[in-house]
């Protein structure tokens, strides 16, 4: 059982940055993919980048590509969204979540742990 808890939501301007992060639970974080999804209100949850178990496979959505970048320090069971030049859209509530296997898969369904979310705003 992967416990993920997110943080680092907040209300930011539209350019600002801010990095969320994700506390997993469990002695298998280091053997696990991850992946950060979102979903604004009344929309489907949306991929936004995932990372393999060792950090050397990275996708991201295009709608982030070059603003945001993932990482994961296995030694501390964490995995980061930094996040640049905002904008309104990508207001959401954003999750966490983790894959049983040690590469990253783009689509919600294929997670088998998932975070209960952090809210991130941005206002124009």
């Known amino acids: 059982q992967v416990q993920l808890v997110e943080s680092g939501g907040g209300l930011v301007q539209a350019v600002d940055s801010l990095r969320l992060s994700c506390s997993a639970s469990?002695?298998?974080?280091?053997?696990?993919?991850m992946a950060w999804f979102r979903q604004a209100p009344g929309k489907e949850r949306d991929f936004v980048p995932a990372?393999?178990?060792?950090?050397?496979?990275?996708s991201y959505a295009d709608s982030v590509k070059g603003r945001f970048t993932i990482s994961r320090d296995n030694a501390k069971n964490t995995v980061y969204l930094q996040m640049s030049s905002l904008k309104p859209e990508d207001t959401a509530v954003y999750y966490c979540?983790?894959?049983?296997?040690?590469?990253?898969?783009?689509?919600?369904?294929?997670?088998?742990?998932w975070g209960e979310g952090t809210q991130v705003t941005v206002s124009s």
């Open positions: 979540a983790a894959r049983q296997s040690i590469m990253p898969r783009t689509t919600a369904s294929e997670y088998d742990y």
């Open positions: 469990g002695r298998t974080f280091s053997s696990t993919a």
């Open positions: 990372i393999s178990a060792n950090s050397g496979t990275k």
